[in-house]
């Protein structure tokens, strides 16, 4: 089953080849986008690693930033 973040993994060469870029284990890239969210921090690198690979930037959705309008609601 494709998810989205298995298909921009896909798009950017595989999770190997972005653990290598992110300088993070294969396992901990593979995990994050088995879990359908990677972690905020990784944002600008997937960026980069977009234009590089000539793809749009991911978007926002696919990472763990906080919803600042979804937590004031709670």
């Given at each position: 089953m494709d998810t989205p973040t298995r298909t921009l993994i896909?798009?950017?060469?595989?999770?190997?080849?972005?653990?290598?870029?992110?300088?993070?284990?294969?396992?901990?890239?593979?995990?994050?986008?088995q879990s359908g969210v990677f972690p905020a921090a990784w944002y600008d690198a997937f960026c980069a690693l977009a234009q590089s690979a000539a793809i749009d930037e991911p978007p926002r959705s696919l990472f763990s930033f906080i919803d600042l309008a979804k937590d004031q609601a709670a």
């Open positions: 896909s798009a950017l060469g595989g999770y190997q080849a972005v653990a290598k870029a992110l300088k993070k284990k294969p396992q901990t890239v593979h995990t994050a986008m």
